[in-house]
């Protein structure tokens, strides 16, 4: 579909990669955004409509879903990284990862699936990661929030197919947000990503891969995970 004259909701809008996603969205002729973050007064772009949104709140989303009822296009970017293992983690932080990074989204599809039913169909983009495909020592629970994240966008995929709605999954490596901060390997732009994202929605994509990193580990899926785990930490070393 087309970006020019849609009417679009963007999660974690007010920075990193969904900041990027509005102003990409005002470049490209969007007729409105709503800009939704758990601090709407921390949105400062101009032209778009803040919303105060936690996605954790099933209250605060449904208050969302009924001011934006002329929603075409639900951009799910917003997300947290606690850096929690899964065995020895606090069990709360993995918790509190996992209602952000995939009920987050799941509520948010749910609550919007029907106005975009009632809208034509539209388009759902959920910003996933590599990490949905393998994972680090540390990064266990960001790793299976993602996991659920990258089957959540395939599931809804195919349930809202009838209805004419595009899902499309966001996978990347290191992204140059405040997220990656301090991480010492090759990291692509909040705007590359948002580029590459929407143009999906545009060509009707299914997947996006967003950088080299998540085209490596996609094309190691098919091997052993001994071997795939092999290869992923001679990459990392290598970088």
């Known amino acids: 579909m087309e970006l020019k004259g849609a009417v679009v909701l963007v999660t974690g809008a007010n920075r990193g990669i969904g900041a990027a996603f509005v102003e990409q969205l005002k470049a490209r002729g969007a007729a409105k955004i709503y800009a939704a973050a758990r601090d709407a007064s921390s949105v400062t772009a101009d032209g778009v409509e803040p919303i105060a949104l936690d996605v954790t709140d099933p209250v605060q989303i449904t208050a969302a879903a009924r001011i934006g009822g002329d929603v075409q296009i639900l951009i799910n970017n917003a997300g947290i990284s606690t850096g929690t293992s ?19 989204p799941l509520l948010m599809t749910r609550a919007f699936a029907p106005i975009l039913r009632g809208n034509g169909g539209g388009a759902i983009l959920n910003v996933v990661s590599a990490l949905s495909w393998f994972t680090t020592p540390g990064a266990g629970a960001y790793a299976a929030s993602k996991a659920a994240a990258w089957m959540l966008t395939d599931s809804t995929r195919l349930e809202l197919a009838s209805q004419g709605t595009h899902v499309v999954g966001v996978h990347m490596g290191l992204v140059d947000t405040d997220m990656a901060k301090g991480v010492p390997a090759p990291k692509i732009s909040p705007a590359e990503l948002a580029a590459a994202s929407l143009d999906a929605i545009e060509s009707g994509a299914q997947e996006v891969l967003g950088d080299e990193w998540a085209t490596f580990v996609k094309a190691g899926l098919a091997l052993n995970p001994a071997e795939r785990y092999a290869q992923i930490a001679s990459a990392l070393t290598a970088a």
């Open 86 to 104: 899964l065995v020895a983690g606090d069990e709360m932080t993995i918790r509190r990862e996992m209602e952000t990074n995939f009920y987050g």
